[in-house]
C-alpha cells in the first residue's frame, strides 16, 4: 500500500495526483498578487504574461515544438475541438479520418460535423486496436484528409505506429492531429520526429492542475476559433488565460521531460509483474490491446463469467481504485433506457459483448510500488472466486462441463 494512504491508486490514466513541486509552483502563483496577463501596462499584468511564457515555452521543450505554437486551453476535451472543428472550419475542403477506438470528444465531435456536411471516414483498426495502415491509405488517397488518432488508447493501452502513420499522411498531403493525453510522459513525444501536425495534451494526466490543457499546431497549420472574444492565445482561444493552472502545467512538462526514462522504466517492470501475475492466478481472463506496443504500467483485461463492474466495486472496497473500460458503462444507455452500453472501444476490437460483461484497466503511476502490485495479487484472485461464485453464466458453464466434458 502507498505509504500514508489506505488505498491502492491504480487509475493514474484517468487522472494524476499533482507532483509536490507543481503544488508549490501553484501555491507561490496564488499569492504572488499577480494581474490579468493581458494587461501589459504595469507590473502585476507583465508578471503573469511572463509566467505564461515561461509555461509555454516548457510545454513546447516537453514535446519538441519549437517549430510550432502552444495554445492553451481548458483541457484535452477543448483542445481536441479546436483541433477537429477549429481547423475544419478553416479549411473547409478537408474530410475527417477517424478510428472507432478514439476518445468521445473526437468520435462524438465527428457525429456532430457529419451533421454539418462533413464527409467522415472511418480508419480500420485490428483486434489490438492498431490502426490498419492499408486502410488508412486508402482514404487519404482520396483528398484533402485531416486525420486524428490517439498515440495511445487509454482503455487497452495499445500505441499506434505513429511513424508509419504519419508517413502515409506526408505521402499524401493530409494533417495530422493526435490526442496525446493518454501517452504523455510515458512515451518520449517528438512532433518533429513523429512528423505529427497538431498535438492534444492535459495537464492532469501529467501531475498536473485540472483545468489547464494545450495544443500543440505545427507552423502553417490554420484553426477557425470557436468562441467569440479577445486576442488571448494569438486570437485562437480567447478569454482570460488560467494563469495559475498554466503556471502548474508548465512545471509538469518541465518534471516529466526530466524524468522520462526512469518513470518509464519502473511502470515497465510494474506493469509487466502484474501482467504475468494475473495471467497466473486468473481463470477465465482475457487481456485487450497489444502486448508489447503498449503503455508502460498499464494492463487491461476482463474475466469471462464476472462482471466488471462488480469487480470494480470490490475491488474498491479492498482499497484498490481502478477503473473501467466497461462493457456497462454507466453513463451510457442501450437500446433499453434500463440497458448499459457496450464500450465502443472494446466492440470495435472484438470482444463478444454476450460473454464480456466489462473490462478493467489497471494502470500505474510513479508513486506506485511493487508491494501494491502484490497486495493486487494477493486480493484479486479472491474477489473473482466470490464473484464466480455468484454467477449464473459460470453455473451453466460448470453444468456444460459436467454434461460433455
Known amino acids: 500500500m502507498t505509504k500514508g494512504e489506505n488505498f491502492v491508486f491504480f487509475d493514474n490514466i484517468n487522472t494524476t495526483f499533482p507532483d509536490p513541486e507543481v503544488v508549490d509552483i501553484i501555491s507561490k502563483t496564488l499569492d504572488a498578487r499577480l494581474g490579468n496577463p493581458a494587461s501589459h501596462v504595469h507590473t502585476a499584468g507583465i508578471n503573469a504574461g511572463?509566467?505564461?511564457?515561461?509555461a509555454r515555452s516548457l510545454v513546447s521543450d516537453f514535446i519538441s515544438g519549437s517549430d510550432g505554437s502552444i495554445i492553451f486551453t481548458s483541457g484535452a476535451t477543448e483542445s481536441n475541438n479546436l483541433a477537429l472543428s477549429g481547423f475544419l472550419s478553416a479549411n473547409n475542403k478537408f474530410q475527417l479520418a477517424v478510428t472507432p477506438i478514439e476518445h468521445f470528444s473526437i468520435l462524438n465531435q465527428s457525429f456532430k460535423l457529419r451533421n454539418d456536411g462533413v464527409k467522415i471516414r472511418t480508419i480500420v483498426s485490428d483486434s489490438f486496436g492498431s490502426v490498419d495502415l492499408d486502410s488508412l491509405e486508402h482514404i487519404v488517397a482520396e483528398g484533402p484528409t485531416l486525420v486524428s488518432i490517439a498515440l495511445a488508447n487509454p482503455e487497452i493501452g495499445t500505441v499506434q505506429d505513429m511513424g508509419g502513420i504519419s508517413e502515409i499522411c506526408r505521402k499524401y498531403g493530409a494533417v495530422l492531429h493526435s490526442d496525446c493525453t493518454a501517452a504523455a510522459r510515458l512515451i518520449d513525444i517528438d512532433v518533429n520526429a513523429m512528423g505529427i501536425d497538431m498535438i492534444t495534451l492535459s495537464a492532469h494526466n501529467i501531475y498536473g492542475p485540472t483545468g489547464a490543457g494545450a495544443l500543440y499546431m505545427k507552423k502553417g497549420i490554420t484553426v477557425s476559433s470557436l468562441?467569440?472574444?479577445g486576442n488571448q492565445e494569438d486570437g485562437i482561444r480567447p478569454g482570460t488565460e488560467n494563469v495559475i493552472g498554466i503556471a502548474g502545467f508548465g512545471?509538469?512538462?518541465r518534471i516529466a521531460k526530466e524524468g522520462m526514462e526512469s518513470y518509464r522504466d519502473h511502470l515497465s517492470r510494474l506493469g509487466r509483474k502484474l501482467w504475468n501475475g494475473l495471467a497466473d492466478s486468473i481463470q477465465f481472463i482475457h487481456f485487450t490491446g497489444h502486448e508489447e506496443d503498449r503503455l508502460p504500467g498499464h494492463v487491461s483485461f476482463w474475466v469471462e463469467h464476472v462482471e466488471g463492474e462488480s469487480l470494480l466495486l470490490l475491488l474498491n472496497m479492498n482499497?484498490?481504485?481502478?477503473?473501467?473500460?466497461?462493457?456497462?458503462?454507466?453513463?451510457?444507455?442501450?437500446k433499453d433506457e434500463n440497458d448499459l452500453a457496450a464500450s465502443h472501444v472494446l466492440t470495435a476490437v472484438g470482444v463478444p459483448t454476450d460473454i464480456c460483461a466489462g473490462s478493467i484497466t489497471f494502470a500505474m503511476g510513479k508513486n506506485n510500488t511493487e508491494d501494491e502490485v502484490d497486495?493486487?495479487?494477493?486480493?484479486?484472485?479472491?474477489?473473482?472466486?466470490?464473484?464466480?461464485?455468484?454467477?449464473?453464466?459460470y453455473d451453466d458453464y460448470k453444468k456444460g462441463k459436467e454434461i460433455y466434458g
Open 50 to 54: 511572463a509566467l505564461v511564457d515561461k
Open 227 to 229: 468562441f467569440v472574444g
Open 251 to 253: 512545471e509538469a512538462c
Open 319 to 334: 482499497g484498490i481504485m481502478a477503473s473501467s473500460g466497461s462493457a456497462c458503462s454507466s453513463n451510457l444507455k442501450g
Open 375 to 393: 497486495f493486487v495479487l494477493e486480493t484479486m484472485p479472491k474477489i473473482v472466486k466470490r464473484l464466480l461464485a455468484m454467477s449464473p453464466s
